[in-house]
T-cell receptor, first 115, second 111 residues
Framework: DSGVTQTPKHLITATGQRVTLRCSPR?????VYWYQQSLDQGLQFLIH???????AKGNILERFSAQQFPDLHSELNLSSLELGDSALYFC??????????????FGSGTQLSVL | EDQVTQSPEALRLQEGESSSLNCSYT??????LFWYRQDPGKGPEFLFT???AGEEKEKERLKATLTKKESFLHITAPKPEDSATYLC????????????FGRGTSLIVHP
């Protein structure tokens, strides 16, 4: 158990809908990273938050947004969903502001299926 | 742009049959190379970090090595419980600290 909690584990929804994925980092970790994993793209970085502030953005679509709350949990909001958004979404946490030479602790992921 | 290529995509071994997984990378100034293990339905789990060419790290039946262009994950006398997808990630120097992941090697070890 990595100590990172993601909910829900599975999510099935329809095109055009909006969903929210939740992540609670390990106790003491201030950084939360969101990744998308699909069979054809591998693990793709979406966004990083440190202590409530956005620190880095990757290949995140404009339809997607995220935030980190004062209690350090994070939410990833996906709207106007398309079939191609079906994927595994992981969050990872670490202690520091940047992942420099630091291992990431991953949650078990949320499997999103858009029908 | 940082690139990470892992080979082979899939590997099937018999229990006890040693082999190596490859991770080739192109990055401007390597800050660190990471190996993770991912089991089905779970998130990646950290294995090793390598920082400079010539460095080696070991954990049970796994040994990771690093050169200036690639890293190898050697698996000695594997067991069925070593079956998993192994991911390699590189972290570049400079301003970007976000690790870039390869697509992984899916390893199946048959008893």
């Amino acid at each position: 158990d990595s100590g990172v909690t993601q909910t829900p584990k599975h999510l099935i929804t329809a095109t055009g809908q909006r969903v929210t994925l939740r992540c609670s980092p390990r106790s003491g970790d201030l950084s939360v990273y969101w990744y998308q994993q699909s069979l054809d793209q591998g693990l793709q970085f979406l966004i990083h938050y440190y202590n409530g502030e956005e620190r880095a953005k990757g290949n995140i679509l404009e339809r997607f947004s995220a935030q980190q709350f004062p209690d350090l949990h994070s939410e990833l909001n996906l709207s106007s969903l398309e079939l191609g958004d079906s994927a595994l979404y992981f969050c990872a946490s670490s202690v520091a502001a940047s992942a420099t030479n630091e291992k990431l602790f991953f949650g078990s992921g949320t499997q999103l299926s858009v029908l | 742009e940082d690139q990470v290529t892992q080979s082979p995509e899939a590997l099937r071994l018999q229990e006890g049959e040693s082999s190596s997984l490859n991770c080739s990378y192109t990055v401007s100034g390597l800050r660190g190379l990471f190996w993770y293990r991912q089991d089905p339905g779970k998130g990646p789990e950290f294995l090793f970090t390598l920082y400079s060419a010539g460095e080696e790290k070991e954990k049970e039946r796994l040994k990771a090595t690093l050169t200036k262009k690639e890293s190898f994950l050697h698996i000695t006398a594997p067991k069925p419980e070593d079956s998993a997808t192994y991911l390699c990630a590189v972290q570049a120097g400079g301003g970007s600290y976000i690790p870039t992941f390869g697509r992984g090697t899916s390893l199946i070890v048959h008893p």
